[in-house]
């Protein structure tokens, strides 16, 4: 099954699309997208926004999570940490790749690379995901 095909398809017409997030591969073990990086997504130094950062990364934790779930179930975010350690600059690209620290019944946890055209790390992302129940 081609996890980032279907992923992306389901993206359309929220959020990650808005963002430009494009899924180059998504297995059970590592997820990794690229996006350009927009001035609407810039601070007034034409530099990537912190959120922006958050976001996309936040997503590829997500996604790591949904590949990984039992059937029926479903995730949200309740932690996240970020180290901003570089500025990624206005029309460039990052890239960003989402690997598992826990897989657990209950929680799971990603961390998250994102690093620039140069390859310098912008930042560092930790987050936990809850894995909840099917919907009733």
């Known amino acids: 099954m081609n996890f980032a095909a279907s992923i992306q398809e389901r993206f359309r017409g929220m959020f990650p699309e808005l963002l430009g997030i494009e899924l180059s591969e998504v297995t059970k073990e590592k ?35 949904i590949v990984n779930l039992p059937q029926g179930a479903r995730t949200t975010t309740i932690e996240s940490k970020t180290n901003f350690l570089a500025a990624a600059a206005v029309n460039t ?8 620290v826990h897989r657990g019944k ?16 912008v930042a560092l992302v930790t987050q936990t995901q809850m894995v909840l129940p099917a919907a009733v």
């Open 31 to 65: 997820v990794v997208a690229s996006l350009t990086v927009r001035p609407d997504m810039c601070t007034v130094a034409g530099v990537m926004h912190g959120g922006a950062i958050m976001a996309f990364a936040d997503t590829l934790g997500a996604v790591g999570t």
């Open 93 to 100: 690209r990052v890239t960003g790749e989402s690997t598992p």
């Open 106 to 121: 209950t929680t799971m946890v990603w961390q998250t690379r994102i690093v620039s055209e140069s390859g310098k790390l």
